[in-house]
């Protein structure tokens, strides 16, 4: 494995600083603030490439591997972790479930508006009552001729609302069956999907986090991804791939507090020199790099395995358990390096320490990565 970045990896890291420092950092607080989902920006995205990573030029993506992606993610949420999330969502979710999945009709169809950004995508698992016990969902798909009507309620999915099309897992047969979901491609304009409640979140506030309404939604079977039955067994593969997302989304929040911690530590004057001159915080600093180092190691040793088409389980879900849990603890000693100053909005870090949260509970939360390695290796 090749430690150094690939020439491709660093035009993508310098094409994403140049573009955040123009289109991001100055918005950044404001989104925040507001809640707002910068839709706009997210077409700019994918003029740059970044809507489609991973999807292939045929199909009017960038073409790039693993490798690239986490680069592009990581970048990303240095800058603001809200728009690497979503990012994240729209590329290894809904694109990526298409991708892997989808017949050469639905690639055609959808790949080049998702990954060219004109269109946002979506993906529909979780439920108010079943979170990591998806078995157990509540959104029934039934069959009537050439359509199903679903019914039912899917919460916490990003762009549940602004999404132009979602990638949905409905259950097809009774609770306990085996194979009894179904994934569906459902876009936005379809008859009987609607949009519920915005989550009002502690982070992550610029990434649309909604409910999502199915009311005799009907949908023709032309748009089942895969075989009926099949929608379970897919959407676990496509989560060891979003793990990877999750994990490079934590890497970037963890690399921009540090960044922000290091240059303030700096700067700021105590007792007549730089607070970095004390131990106290140099060793936070050089446990804080040291631990971020360890997370890219398991990230891109993941990509690797990704690119080369292995199963990825157990290497994405520690990947995505040790950098999200590093995320917070980084996140948490910047604050604690800024002080009073930490804990106000002037400064960056209150941010990274409120967005980072997120990554220890999204696409499975480090308690499920446990159970997941645990089962790899007592296998």
Avoid at 98 to 105: D, K, R, V
Avoid at 148 to 155: A, I
Avoid at 180 to 206: C, H, P, Q
Avoid at 221 to 246: P, T, W, Y
Wanted: glycine share 10%.
């Amino acid at each position: 494995m090749n430690f150094q970045l690939s020439e491709d990896q660093r035009m993508i890291a310098k094409m994403i600083q140049n573009f955040g420092d123009k289109e991001m950092r100055p918005n950044t607080l404001k989104w925040d603030e507001n809640q707002e989902f910068p839709i706009p920006l997210f077409h700019k995205l994918g003029e740059l490439g970044l809507m489609g990573v991973l999807v292939p030029h045929e199909y009017g993506g960038s073409g790039f591997g693993y490798h690239e992606y986490v680069t592009a993610i990581t970048e990303l949420s240095k800058i603001d972790g809200a728009i690497g999330l979503s990012v994240a969502a729209h590329n290894s979710l809904c694109t990526g479930h298409i991708l892997q999945f989808g017949n050469e009709s639905q690639k055609k169809k959808y790949l080049p508006q998702l990954a060219s950004g004109k269109w946002i995508g979506a993906w529909g698992l979780t439920e108010p009552n079943t979170g990591s016990d998806a078995g157990n969902m509540k959104t029934v798909a039934k069959i009537d001729g050439d359509h199903y009507v679903l019914n039912g309620t899917k919460n916490f999915i990003t762009h549940g609302k602004s999404g132009n099309v979602a990638v949905v897992i409905a259950r097809t047969g009774e609770v306990g069956e085996p194979r009894n979901m179904t994934a569906f491609i459902i876009e936005r304009d379809t008859k009987g999907l609607s949009a519920g409640k915005k989550e009002n979140k502690l982070g992550m506030r610029a990434s649309e986090t909604t409910e999502m309404i199915f009311d005799n939604c009907i949908v023709h079977k032309e748009n089942i991804l895969g075989e009926v039955g099949e929608g379970f067994v897919q959407a676990l593969k496509i989560l060891d791939g979003g793990r990877i997302s999750i994990a490079s989304l934590a890497l970037g929040i963890a690399e921009g507090a540090l960044d922000a911690a290091i240059q303030y530590a700096k700067e700021r004057y105590q007792f007549n020199q730089p607070i970095s001159k004390f131990q106290g915080i140099s060793f936070k600093l050089s446990d804080m790099a040291t631990k971020i180092e360890a997370a890219r190691l398991l990230i891109h040793r993941a990509a690797d395995m990704k690119n080369k088409g292995v199963s990825v389980k157990k290497e994405s879900a520690m990947a995505k358990l040790y950098a999200s849990e590093i995320a917070v603890e980084v996140a948490n000693e910047a604050v604690q390096i800024f002080g009073g100053y930490g804990y106000t909005k002037d400064y960056p870090v209150e941010k990274y320490y409120r967005d980072a949260k997120l990554c220890t509970i999204g696409e499975g939360t480090s308690e499920i990565q446990k159970l997941v390695i645990s089962r790899s290796i007592l296998e």
